[in-house]
Nanobody
Framework: QEQLEESGGGLVQPGGSLRLSCTAS????????MRWYRQVPGKQRELVAI???????NYKDSVKGRFTISRDNTKNTVYLQMNSLKPEDTAVYYC???????????????WGQGTQVTVSS
């Protein structure tokens, strides 16, 4: 059974840092692309960061230079290091595993349950 479990969320002051973790089970982690999304109540879930199975990364413009996605294939874990946090980063953060075909189409598979990040003074 595929399962993703996020951790690391919490309350942090503006300018602070958090590191989110997402550990996968039931999948061959090394072949999956991993993504972090976030969602605010009443709004659509938005893509924050991508790391491919080959280690290539991409980010939402508003988090570039502040967030870093990484993966440890020996631990089946993907991370999101978030620095210089802003109140507008407040959201539930979800990790996602999926595969990308030769045309570049992404097929999401498993989702985690989400972890709340609140940036407030």
């Amino acid at each position: 059974q595929e399962q993703l479990e996020e951790s690391g969320g919490g309350l942090v002051q503006p300018g602070g840092s958090l590191r989110l973790s997402c550990t996968a089970s039931g999948i061959i982690f090394i072949v999956y692309d991993m993504r972090w999304y976030r969602q605010v109540p009443g709004k659509q879930r938005e893509l924050v960061a991508i790391i491919t199975s080959g280690g290539n990364t991409n980010y939402k413009d508003s988090v570039k230079g502040r967030f870093t996605i990484s993966r440890d294939n020996t631990k089946n874990t993907v991370y999101l290091q978030m620095n210089s946090l802003k109140p507008e980063d407040t959201a539930v953060y979800y990790c996602n595993a999926g595969r990308t075909d030769s045309t570049g189409t992404y097929y999401p598979s498993s989702w985690g349950q989400g972890t709340q990040v609140t940036v407030s003074s």
